[in-house]
């Protein structure tokens, strides 16, 4: 198991600019592995839907720090992507996750959100 962070934080607005409250992020998580475990895929999603192929590992948990940083526990599938290992061999920081998912928002605020994946961000 690996722990990457996500390249967001609760109430701060994202590179899209909208914010996602942190009830409204975390309740989206908690449901998420409540029910099942979240897919981690390599690539942003092209149209939205996530194949299994293309399922590299999957969100075992999370924590949240006093800095507000999300850590999400991720445990691969067969190996550690390549991306990885060599960010890891070269002592660079590791690539961060985003979310991926479908919600509502007014005024850039993030209302209702349903989480679907998690991709490599590409930092």
Do not use: C, W
């Not at 194949?51 to 067969?78: H, R, S």
């Not at 070269?90 to 690539?95: H, K, N, S, T, V």
């Amino acid at each position: 198991i690996i722990t990457l962070e996500l390249n967001m934080k609760p109430d701060e607005p994202t590179i899209n600019n909208r914010i996602y409250p942190k009830d409204v992020l975390l309740n989206s998580l908690n449901k998420f592995l409540e029910e099942r475990q979240i897919p981690i895929v390599q690539h942003t999603p092209i149209d939205g839907s996530i194949l299994v192929k293309d399922i590299i590992g999957f969100a075992k948990g999370y924590e949240i720090d006093q800095n507000n940083i999300i850590n999400i526990e991720v445990e691969f599938i067969n190996s550690i992507p390549e991306v990885i290992t060599t960010f890891k061999k070269e002592g660079l920081p590791l690539p961060k996750l985003t979310i991926h998912g479908m919600g509502r928002y007014e005024d850039n605020i993030v209302t209702e959100f349903k989480l679907i994946s998690l991709f490599l961000a590409q930092n």
